[in-house]
Structures are given as C-alpha cells and as structure tokens.
C-alpha cells in the first residue's frame, strides 16, 4: 500500500518555524511536492524537489515562500522535508505532500497538482500575529 505521512505542523507565532516532514511507503518516487489549501481558497504549489540535478535533485519555490521555506529529502529514509522559517500568518494552512514517480525534465511540470500522482491526508499549519 502506497503512502505518503506528513507531519511537524502544529500552532505557532509569525517569525517561529516549522519543520514538516512526509515519510513516503510502498514504493520509490522520484519527486516530491509540497501543496498548501488555506480556507476558501484554492491548492496552491509550495515547493517540489525533483529526481535530477545531482545527490539532492532540483528545487522550486513559489515566489510567497522563496528564501524561507527549503525543501529537502533523504533518499534513504524515503522522506522529504519542508523547513519553514520567518512564518507568516498568510502561510496558515493545510499542507500537503505529493509523489510521483515519474522523472520530468522540465522544472514546469512541478508547480501542477496534477502532475503528482499520489498525496498525503494533509498537515495543518496556524501561523498566529
């Protein structure tokens, strides 16, 4: 059985961080993305590690979150991570992970939902003022 576990998020002050991890299960993937839904609004790209682009692969970021969050993954624990700093209460939300096993050669394909073939239950992340 395929799965994707999030965890690290939790209730905290604008400029705290956070560390969100996603333990993936089942099979290997070549790339990881985050994803966040905040109330009404609609799923929006985080960040997304690829497969290439050496050990670590390639990442991407939404420009709300450039040069605070960092995503990371370990290859031999199957798990990827989304360190958070300088929080905001605008990044109050659920997060998501997501998978694929397919290996895109165009860093494009990362900032679409439906590019991911498999997605995690979610992880809520308040960010209080």
């Known amino acids: 059985q395929v799965q994707l576990i999030e965890s690290g998020g939790g209730l905290v002050q604008a400029g705290d961080s956070l560390r969100l991890s996603c333990a993936a299960s089942g099979r290997t993937f070549s790339s990881y993305g985050w994803f966040r839904q905040a109330p009404g609004k609609e799923r929006e790209f985080v960040a997304a590690i690829s497969w290439n682009g050496g050990s670590s692969g390639n990442t991407y970021y939404a420009d709300s979150v450039k040069g605070r969050f960092t995503i990371s993954r370990d290859n031999a624990k199957s798990t990827v991570y989304l360190q958070m700093n300088s929080l905001k209460p605008e990044d109050t939300a659920v997060y998501y992970c997501?998978?694929?096993?397919?290996?895109?050669?165009?860093?494009?394909?990362?900032?679409?939902?439906?590019?991911?073939?498999?997605w995690g239950q979610g992880t809520q992340v308040t960010v209080s003022s």
């Open positions: 997501a998978a694929t096993p397919r290996r895109y050669y165009s860093g494009s394909y990362y900032y679409s939902g439906p590019n991911y073939d498999y």
